[in-house]
């Protein structure tokens, strides 16, 4: 079931809009707009998994920190050293 709906463009829009189906890949105008909107729920989707990717990051960083597993930075900063001059680098 499709849904009228009434939108306001700029002109730069309407002018890209009857471009793209001045061009004959969209039919109408309502096209057009679709596959943006397609096109918008897609990053939308993808902008939502990495957020829940970077929660999860979080999450086992705390769970790592409520496990006891802390590195002391003095001790990180001088095994990097250890070992990039071990390595010639």
């Known amino acids: 079931m499709r849904e009228t709906m009434s939108l306001s463009l700029t002109p730069e829009q ?3 809009v009857e471009s793209c189906v001045g ?3 969209f039919q109408s105008a309502s ?3 679709r596959a943006g909107l397609r096109l ?3 990053q939308e989707a993808i902008r939502l ?3 829940e990717a970077v929660k999860n990051l ?3 960083g705390a769970d790592s920190i409520d496990r006891g597993e802390l590195l ?3 001790e990180f900063f001088s095994s990097l050293r250890e070992k990039y001059s071990a ?3």
Do not use: C, I
Request: no cysteine; charged share 20%.
């Open 14 to 16: 309407s002018s890209f």
């Open 23 to 25: 061009t004959g890949r």
């Open 31 to 33: 096209e057009v707009v």
């Open 40 to 42: 918008l729920a897609d």
């Open 49 to 51: 998994a990495e957020l």
């Open 58 to 60: 979080v999450q086992a």
């Open 72 to 74: 002391d930075s003095t």
């Open 87 to 89: 390595s010639g680098g």
